[in-house]
């Protein structure tokens, strides 16, 4: 009957189980008021022959229970979880409380994938989560990240919500709108055995909007009198954000038992009927209190206990009294008495007091402790906040605020965090407090993209630092090294201190405590740096590298605190050292679950490969790092300021691409990414080098240098000394020499000598230049730096060509075409291309046949851990896909490269790139 109206919507959903049954997954979130048929959608499709389905319907006030969802919708498959690999099992057990561990939400992510993925090896799997606005975040959470990631596999993901909700970004959403005027008409004949005069059935459908819940409840409500335009219909109909009221008036109607009954049943959230009964017990109703609810249709008692609609239930709860819901949570508190329970007993217990209870607050506390170490961080922030809310104002309660503000942060609600700030009273805090309060809050704007959010945070970190100092000196040097890390982002648009100011801090704690472990080392390596310049630190710059490279050194460590090294070794041109940090700290933070951290390593990743211009790895990379960034839901800022423009620069193939490198900048400079903006300065350089565009590339370069007032973007040197030779400055290119000399010396690195070499070579008049384009050439190939290896290149063969030694210039001008290429930089690949065939020469292979050219970034990335000898299972768990899907793609890999088995896969892909 509800199903009137909802072929379109019924033949989608039915496509999507049907593709299931072919091997391939399907999503779909179905958006839509309440009332609006999504249930009954959801109903029609678990109604489907050969398919398993599991469901699960959020609960509003359980959204503060972690994984509390998820729980409930695999308690029927609990057995199929044993045969998860224990790694995986354990994440999940730990998750839903039947198991004490450290949380590891991506494990719980790929445990569900896994489970699921099982199941479907037996019968296709329908997952329907209804409202799911209600859900709580960690389930919701873990469901979107599965349903982000399959694609062959005989597995349906359906989410129901009254309204979008941020953990489902990025998910293909159905409309569910009112039903159209004909068939709205239809169904209210259904529902209504009188005859309805037309006049009051296109008034009753205008005013629900074709909302079939609210047609189907007005329908019965209306009496023969009214639906016949006898008597007048109520003005304004109980409709659309008064179908509440409409309920409550139900409600209202019941026997005072009843209703007593129905509130206890909606203020348990887990709608656990065992409790319902011994709390109405408790208040003396007798067993059959519930009756007229049942009769009214308002619960539905035969399997479990069932509201009608969420909104019965939010009538219910809604319309009662303050005293009357507080005397609710008493009772249930009271009947609340199994031992796995004590979340729910601590809940109902802070729901029934009316002011400060330190037994319920210290409660509260204990729960946010075990949330936390089930992963659940978000309930765990609940709980926490609910504590303070019953502490009395003072230092405790400040306190207490603050650690909820902390763990918010962690749960990523930097909102939530800043209201939680707000509420704090200065006076109830210590100095030290005080300026937790500053960092965290800067974390806070950090985490939200706010503006000058990357400028400003190091000055709150060196704050934290000096009112730390004194008591607590660890605690002081972890905000220092925050600060350094801040630095490394804000760069020059670093607000309210300065590097130097940052240094003296940092030098000063340690001439206190001493350099003692592997935090100091890192830490007074980037304060020399930052002190002495880059030359004399050396020394101190590497033990950086060591440190951090030391199996010693703890994970946690690394994870949180590489991009100083990271930072130091670029500057190094240390490219192997600088790789195996970024390398570890990817590891570390796959292993932890840090998504944010994850997240960024893989960006420094990319970064790096970029710059040695390995663009196919980096283009694997970038889509691991987008399906992270995907799953901790990046705002549209923070995606603008991650795209890459050193990739898209060398790429030089994106439709509009100034325009999208110009909207980097912009996004960059709003945040106060320094270090951002300057990468969308280089990444425009290099685009412009690529076109011969040196005015261009001289500009961005030039203030690039200009705003680098500690040296770490000493890499764009070489790139400024050429653009300052090919547009006649020749003052500006041998002073940027000088300073590249000074450094790469100072380092003593292959990469940095080969590019010194190739700097010395243009500022080199006549035929002396050539021994130094030669010295860079056989140096740069001891390197992995293949785009550094390319542009010499091309550029000592312009100057062969210059000098009409075509024979000589069409040698390393066809290197560079070919270089290019496989690279697929596909302006410089023209700009050598068009130089080579002004030799006489043309290519020895067409643009375009490598590997990186026919297969996809995931193809790419997928064939490149396959040549490497990672099983399915291993690629699956590094791109957070399941078996199925790698082999599906594995599949279309073979299919492009003409192969037709693994064993043959790395000789192909080491072809196909030799080819281009």
Known sequence: MLLTGRADERRALEALVERARNGLAGVAVLLGEAGIGKTVLLDDAASAEDVRVLRVTGVEAEARFPYAALHRLL????????????????????????????????AVGLAVLSLLDRMADRAPVLACVDDAQWVDIDSLATLAFVARRVHAERIVLLFASRAEVPELAGLPVTEIAGLPEADALALLGEVVADPVDPQVATRIVAATGGNPLALTDLGRELSAAQLAGGLLTPDPLPIGGRLERHYRAQVDALPEASRVWLLLAAAEPSGDLGYVTAAATGLGLGPDASGP??????????????????????????????????????????????????????????????????????????????????????????????????????????????????????????????????????TDLSPVDLARVGAVRGAARHA??????????????????????????????????????????????????????????????????????????????FARFLTDGIERAVPFLRRVGDVLLDPATPDALVRSRYTCGVTIHNMLWEERIQSAIIRRAIEASRAAGALWELNSALFCELMHETNLGD??????????????????????????????????????????????????????????????????????????????????????????????????????????????????????????FATQESRAKAAGSTWGLGLLARSRALLTPDDAAEEHYR????????????????????????????????????????????????????????????????????????????????????????????????????IGARLFLTAHTVAYHLRKVFQKLGVSSRRRLAESLASHDSES
Do not use: C, K
């Open 75 to 106: 308690v029927p498959v609990f057995s199929d979880a044993e045969s998860l690999p224990p790694r995986l099992r354990t994440a999940l057990f730990v998750a839903i409380g039947l198991a004490e561990g450290p949380a590891d939400p991506v």
């Open 293 to 426: 609810a049942e009769s009214a249709r308002l619960i539905d008692l035969r399997d479990g206990l069932r509201f009608r609609h969420p909104l019965v239930r939010s009538a219910v709860y809604g319309g009662a009294t303050s005293v009357e819901r507080r005397a609710a949570h008493t009772a249930l508190a009271g009947a609340t008495d199994r031992p796995d329970d004590a979340d729910r007993l601590a809940w109902h217990r802070a729901a029934s007091v009316t002011g400060p209870d330190e037994d319920v607050a210290a409660g509260l506390e204990r729960s946010a402790e075990a949330a936390a170490r089930r992963g659940g961080v978000a309930a765990s922030a609940a709980f926490l906040a609910r504590a303070a809310d019953v502490t009395p104002a003072g230092p405790r309660r400040a306190r207490r605020l603050l650690v909820a503000a902390e763990s918010a942060l962690v749960a990523g609600t930097p909102i939530r965090v800043e209201t939680l700030l707000d509420a704090v009273a200065p």
């Open 448 to 525: 939200r993209g706010l503006e000058n959010a990357f400028a400003e945070r190091a000055r709150l970190e060196l704050a934290a630092a000096r009112a730390y100092r004194t008591e607590e000196p660890e605690r002081a040097r972890d905000a220092l090294l925050e600060a350094f890390e801040s630095l490394t982002s804000a760069d020059h648009l670093m607000a309210g201190t300065t590097p130097r100011e940052l240094a003296a801090e940092a030098l000063g704690l340690l001439a206190e405590t001493g350099v003692r472990g592997p935090a100091d080392v890192l830490l007074e390596g």
């Open 615 to 736: 663009l196919a790895n980096a283009d694997a990379v970038r889509l691991e790092s987008h399906q992270v960034r995907a799953s901790i839901q990046a705002t549209d800022e923070m995606w603008d300021l991650y795209l890459v423009p050193e990739l898209l620069g060398w790429h030089a193939d994106l439709p509009d691409l100034d325009q999208t490198l110009g909207t980097s900048l912009a996004s960059a400079t709003w945040l106060g990414s320094g270090a951002m903006v300057s990468s969308a300065r280089i990444g425009t350089a290099v685009l412009a080098l690529g076109r011969g565009d040196h005015e261009t590339a001289y500009t961005e370069t030039a203030g690039v240098i200009a705003d680098d007032t500690t040296g770490m973007h000493t890499r764009v040197l070489p790139l400024l000394v050429e653009s300052a030779v090919r547009t006649g400055r020749t003052e500006e290119a041998e002073r940027a």
């Open 775 to 874: 010295e860079a050439l056989s140096v740069l190939a001891g390197t992995r730096a293949v785009s550094d290896l390319a542009r010499t290149h091309l550029l000592y063969g312009q100057w062969l060509r210059r000098r009409l030694r075509r024979r000589d210039a069409r040698e390393h001008l066809s290197a560079a075409v070919g270089l290019f290429e496989g690279m697929r930089a596909t302006a410089f690949a023209a700009r050598a291309a068009h130089e080579l065939a002004s030799t006489g020469g043309r290519r020895t292979a067409p643009r375009g046949t490598g590997a990186a050219y026919l297969l996809t970034p995931q193809e790419l990335a997928i064939a490149g851990l396959a040549a490497g000898g990672a099983t399915n299972a291993e």
